[in-house]
């Protein structure tokens, strides 16, 4: 799978993170992870080649909301001072 690496790729890495790979070089890969955001990661680094169809493609360029107050567990408290 390595060996046929080619730029346009994507990618998952062995640490879970998704993205499109732009350079293969000897040791290393670089992969776009965001907008303007690259990584370099040793090539052994990819764990995974996934070809999206556009569907699941669509589905990954949605922009993603997060609640701006997470819930804090039962079990921590504010302490007043």
């Given at each position: 799978m390595l060996a046929g690496l080619e730029a346009?790729?994507?990618v998952i890495t062995a640490g879970g993170i998704h993205g499109s790979v732009t350079v293969v070089e000897a040791d290393t890969v670089r992969v776009?992870?965001?907008p303007d955001i690259e990584l370099?990661?040793?090539r052994e680094a990819i764990h995974e080649r996934i070809d999206a169809s556009p569907t699941e493609a669509t589905i990954?360029?949605?922009p993603?909301?997060?609640?701006p107050a997470p819930a804090r567990p039962a079990d921590?408290?504010?302490v007043q001072t």
């Open positions: 346009g790729a994507r776009e992870v965001a370099t990661l040793a990954l360029e949605t993603v909301t997060h609640d921590c408290r504010r």
